[in-house]
């Protein structure tokens, strides 16, 4: 159980575009997901916190026109970059906390490669 | 701010040895997770320990979380090649934000 899917699992796009990524809670609903940033042989930096039927809540320092993040149901996020340039290029993942996974645990997706070129 | 400090960061050993890998923090947490994470994959949840003092055991692993809740180590016994890959504690919040160590990236040598 307890199981994050994300799509896609790499994208390339040119930069000006805008990518979607997909977050999905396979197994359990979702009360709130995470997403997060990971550069090369870095830990985990948390850009926002989404609720479920509500606006997401951003880190300091993370733009969120840039990066906009809907979170529509109880088992679907979605993260939207938006004109993607160079330095936008990094690894997107997203986790779920909710039912049953508890209280404390979230489960994280297996991640997006975004490259920006 | 770093609240919640990992170590060592970067950790080369031959197989069978033994290692401890630690985070500390000067805040309090509800509950630490500890996580593994190959390259290219989102990190797995290994453990979640929660009550201070606990002490949970995952085969050759071994996690503790300090009496204060502010401190947690993971000690791995007899390190297997499969033991490679980056672990990361993380101390979870009330609001549910989970604050993330550096992370240790481990190599186990055959």
């Known amino acids: 159980g307890a199981v994050v899917s994300q799509h896609p699992s790499w994208v390339i796009c040119k930069s000006g575009t805008s990518v979607k990524i997909e977050c999905r809670s396979l197994d359990f609903q979702a009360t709130t997901m995470f997403w997060y940033r990971q550069f090369p042989k870095q830990s985990l930096m948390l850009m926002a916190t989404?609720?479920?039927?509500?606006?997401?809540?951003?880190e300091q320092g993370v733009e969120k026109d840039k990066f906009l993040i809907n979170h529509a149901s109880l088992t679907l996020s979605t993260l939207t970059v938006t004109s993607a340039h160079p330095e936008d290029s990094s690894f997107y993942i997203c986790?779920?906390?909710?039912?049953?996974?508890?209280?404390?645990?979230?489960?994280f997706g297996p991640g997006t490669r975004l490259t920006v070129t | 701010t770093q609240l919640l400090e990992q170590s060592p960061q970067f950790l080369s050993i031959q197989e069978g040895e033994n290692l401890t890998v630690y985070c500390n923090s000067s805040?309090?947490?509800?509950?630490l997770q500890w996580y593994r994470q190959e390259p290219g994959e989102g990190p797995v949840l290994l453990v979640t320990?929660?009550?201070?003092?606990e002490v949970k055991k995952l085969k050759r692993l071994t996690f503790q979380f300090g009496d204060a809740r502010k401190d947690s180590s993971l000690h791995i016994t007899a390190a297997q090649p499969g033991d490679t890959g980056l672990y990361l504690c993380a101390g979870a919040r009330h609001t549910g934000k989970l604050i993330f160590g550096q992370g240790t990236t481990l190599q186990v040598k055959p």
């Open positions: 986790s779920a906390r909710g039912a049953p996974a508890g209280d404390y645990e979230q489960y």
């Open positions: 989404s609720n479920e039927g509500s606006k997401a809540t951003y």
């Open positions: 805040s309090v947490f509800s509950s």
């Open positions: 320990v929660v009550t201070g003092g």
